[in-house]
C-alpha cells in the first residue's frame, strides 16, 4: 500500500458527506500477522491534502470496531485544522 501512495495511486473508497473541499477515503489493510485476509485487517482513514501530500487521519483494526461514522471523521478534521 505504501508504494501505491508514494505513487499517487491513492487507494479506497471515498467517503461521502464529509465536507466541501475534503477528499478522504478508506482503504483496508491487511494484517500481515493474521492468516485472514482484509477481513481480519485495518481500516486507514486518510486525507489528500494534494497529488504529493496525504494526512492520516486515524486507522483502527476491524476487529476492534465495525466502521466510522462521517460525523467522527469531521471531529478528527475539526480537531486536527483548529487553531489556538
Known amino acids: 500500500?505504501?508504494?501505491?501512495?508514494?505513487?499517487?495511486?491513492?487507494?479506497g473508497d471515498?467517503?461521502?458527506g464529509i465536507g466541501?473541499?475534503?477528499i478522504?477515503?478508506?482503504a483496508r489493510v491487511k494484517n500481515r500477522n493474521l492468516q485472514k485476509g482484509k477481513s481480519g485487517?485495518?481500516?486507514?482513514?486518510y486525507q489528500i491534502e494534494s497529488s504529493s501530500s496525504?494526512?492520516?487521519l486515524?486507522?483502527?483494526?476491524?476487529?476492534?470496531?465495525?466502521?466510522?461514522?462521517?460525523?467522527e471523521v469531521r471531529d478528527i478534521l475539526k480537531e486536527f485544522y483548529q487553531t489556538d
Open 14 to 16: 471515498r467517503l461521502t
Open 1 to 11: 500500500m505504501l508504494g501505491s501512495l508514494q505513487a499517487g495511486d491513492f487507494i
Open 41 to 45: 485487517g485495518y481500516h486507514l482513514i
Open 20 to 22: 466541501k473541499g475534503y
Open 24 to 26: 478522504v477515503l478508506k
Open 54 to 56: 496525504i494526512l492520516l
Open 58 to 71: 486515524t486507522i483502527y483494526a476491524k476487529s476492534d470496531r465495525e466502521d466510522i461514522t462521517v460525523q
